[in-house]
């Protein structure tokens, strides 16, 4: 089955700064790959996703880049905010849709001012 | 946006008894949810598949008589744990989907379940 790997578990940047988060996944059928923000004791919210095939997307100060061959896709948050503080998790699936997601083990980030 | 609704957020019950937790979704028909458990600084695990109006496929390793899931509707799907332990304690968490292309998946704000 698809295996997806997060790095780093957990990431300390200054109010302003760039944080990237990067997950490989092992399944070269997977081809639907959403990022999930949570918050404390709240359900996982989808903040962007990417199809494979689209190379890069971007949603104001988030954007997401796959490279297939590789295998791997990251997280970018630019100019951050105290409320961009969260878990966020990558998850991938061979579907196309949401369903059957194998998530990453989330990384921690915390925004400091 | 699409709002997935679960309920309780929190339920606290003694060993022996069962819970049930619901997940509708409230703009949106579900063709498919999902329920998911979550252990403390972990990732989410897929528990179950429910498709409305049919039996749910059940992942590896959990136990169909225990997490009982039933999606009676295109709104509502029910996971009761039967008999539940301590062990059972832990954040559940629905999720669900509609029948369109590329629809994302939805998720509930969680039920954090400790048995005592």
């Known amino acids: 089955g698809e295996n997806v790997e997060q790095h780093p578990s957990t990431l300390s940047v200054q109010e302003g700064d760039s944080a990237v988060i990067k997950c490989t996944y092992s399944?070269?059928?997977?081809?639907?790959f959403p990022w999930y923000k949570q918050e404390l004791g709240k359900g996982p919210q989808l903040i962007i996703d990417?199809?494979?095939?689209?190379g890069e997307k971007k949603d104001q100060r988030i954007a997401v880049t796959l490279n297939k061959t590789a295998k791997h896709f990251s997280l970018h948050i630019t100019e951050t905010q105290p409320e961009d503080s969260a878990v966020y998790f990558c998850?991938?699936?061979?579907?196309?849709?949401?369903?059957?997601?194998?998530f990453g083990t989330g990384t921690r980030l915390q925004v400091t001012l | 946006g699409a709002v997935v609704s679960q309920h309780p957020s929190r339920v606290i019950c003694k060993s022996g008894t069962s819970v049930k937790i619901e997940c509708r979704s409230l703009d949106f028909q579900a063709t498919t949810m999902f329920w998911y458990r979550q252990f403390p600084k972990q990732s989410l695990m897929l528990m179950a598949t429910s498709n409305e109006g049919s039996k749910a496929t059940y992942e590896q390793g959990v136990e169909k008589d225990k997490f009982l899931i039933n999606h009676a509707s295109l709104t509502l799907s029910t996971l009761t744990v039967t008999s539940a332990h301590p062990e059972d304690s832990s954040f559940y968490i629905c999720?669900?989907?509609?029948?369109?292309?590329?629809?994302?998946?939805?998720f509930g704000n969680g039920t954090r379940l400790t048995v005592t």
């Open positions: 999720s669900a989907v509609s029948g369109r292309d590329n629809s994302p998946l939805h």
């Open positions: 399944d070269s059928a997977s081809n639907y």
């Open positions: 990417i199809r494979s095939n689209v």
């Open positions: 998850a991938a699936s061979q579907t196309g849709t949401a369903s059957k997601l194998t």
